[in-house]
């Protein structure tokens, strides 16, 4: 399994960024797919979670509202769509998948890690 992600960057506060994360290596029918963070000095934390086949997502309290997790499956990837970006949400993200459809918000429930891409939200 290869989990790639991709887009993050700088933005202001207030501003929206994208990221994807492109999958490949198997078939993920039955996979949940995940994204988590780590900001400096401070443990992974989960942030959101969709089924492969995109008919459940689940969402940390802290960005409810705010960042909207998706699938195409036209191209493989789960990209996560983050809008009102606060300066607390600077950290480096990381896509990863567990294979179970049933959400979790545990690094350890999480089996496959992509690399992560660095999100930093300037106030």
């Known amino acids: 399994v290869q989990l790639q992600a991709s887009g993050g960057g700088l933005v202001q506060a207030g501003g929206s960024l994208s990221l994807s994360c492109a999958a490949s290596?198997?078939?993920?029918?039955?996979?949940?797919m995940g994204w988590f963070r780590q900001a400096p000095g401070k443990e992974r934390e989960f942030v959101a979670s969709?089924?492969?086949?995109?008919?459940?997502?689940y969402y940390a309290d802290s960005v409810k509202g705010r960042f909207t997790i998706s699938r195409d499956s036209a191209k493989n990837t789960v990209d996560l769509q983050m809008n009102s970006l606060k300066p607390e949400d600077t950290a480096v993200y990381y896509c990863?998948?567990?294979?179970?459809?049933?959400?979790?918000?545990?690094?350890?429930?999480?089996?496959?890690w992509g690399q992560g891409t660095l999100v930093t939200v300037s106030s």
């Open positions: 969709i089924t492969w086949s995109g008919d459940n997502t």
């Open positions: 290596g198997r078939t993920f029918s039955y996979y949940r």
């Open positions: 990863a998948a567990r294979s179970s459809r049933v959400p979790a918000t545990a690094v350890s429930n999480y089996y496959y």
